[in-house]
């Protein structure tokens, strides 16, 4: 059984940056794409970034292109996003899964952002 946990989210400022954390059980980042997705009040999951198990090729959604930024570690255990230039819209419980649409019963608690105007 694969589950991911997240972590890192908080309260920050327009403009400001935090650097979100996903670890793995029953899963390593070099067996399949995996990527962060968001969820905002009164609106449906999206996905915000991929990265590919294989080459390390990413893939952004067009509101966080130039901002936000997907990695993994070498051992390929963990998996983070480093969100820069925060702004309201990127409020949201983020999640981590694997790409493109998540396995349906892997889904974590996420981690809450909230940034402040």
């Known amino acids: 059984e694969v589950q991911f946990v997240e972590s890192g989210g908080g309260l920050v400022q327009a403009g400001g940056s935090l650097r979100l954390s996903c670890a793995a059980s029953?899963?390593?980042?070099?067996?399949?794409?995996a990527g962060w997705f968001r969820q905002a009040p009164g609106k449906e999951r999206e996905g915000v970034a991929c990265?590919?198990?294989?080459?390390?090729?990413?893939y952004y959604a067009d509101g966080v292109k130039g901002r936000f930024t997907i990695s993994t570690d070498k051992a390929k255990t963990m998996m983070y996003l480093q969100m820069n230039s925060l702004n309201a819209e990127d409020t949201a419980v983020y999640y981590c899964?694997?790409?493109?649409?998540?396995?349906?019963?892997?889904w974590g608690r996420g981690t809450q952002v909230t940034v402040s105007s």
């Open positions: 990265i590919s198990s294989s080459d390390g090729s990413t």
């Open positions: 029953g899963f390593t980042f070099d067996e399949a794409a």
């Open positions: 899964n694997n790409c493109p649409t998540g396995r349906d019963d892997s």
